[in-house]
């Protein structure tokens, strides 16, 4: 079906910067929309931002001003550039890809998820 491959997370001080990246792969008709969710332990994952293929982006408010998703819809590629890091931004980061993919016949719809990508903030 289809696969999303997350990289650029790590270990940064508050106040610092990281991208991320999420390229999908396989047999892609279409994409509606991409995004980036995180968790916690514990916790649910949560909404951090999100990217129709028309441009339209979502954010969480905790994250409003500091983040900024992009994307390559010719690549089929997600970016989340996050400055401004605080310490309670540190989790584990996960991409979505939500569309239609070439499944038989007829193309299907899929929701896709990454591996996770962990972010860790240190004070």
């Known amino acids: 079906q289809v696969q999303l491959v997350e990289s650029g997370g790590g270990l940064v001080q508050a106040g610092g910067s990281l991208r991320l990246s999420c390229a999908a792969s396989g047999s892609i008709r279409s994409i509606r929309a991409m995004g980036w969710y995180r968790q916690t332990p514990g916790k649910q994952r949560e909404l951090v931002a999100v990217?129709?293929?028309?441009?339209?982006?979502t954010y969480a408010d905790s994250v409003k001003g500091r983040f900024t998703i992009s994307a390559n819809n010719a690549k089929n590629t997600v970016y989340l550039q996050m400055n401004s890091l605080k310490p309670e931004d540190t989790a584990v980061y996960y991409c979505?890809?939500?569309?239609?993919?070439?499944?038989?016949?007829?193309?299907?719809?899929?929701?896709?998820w990454g591996q996770g990508t962990q972010v860790t903030v240190s004070s």
């Open positions: 979505n890809a939500d569309g239609r993919y070439y499944g038989g016949y007829y193309s299907q719809d899929f929701n896709s």
């Open positions: 990217i129709t293929s028309g441009g339209t982006t």
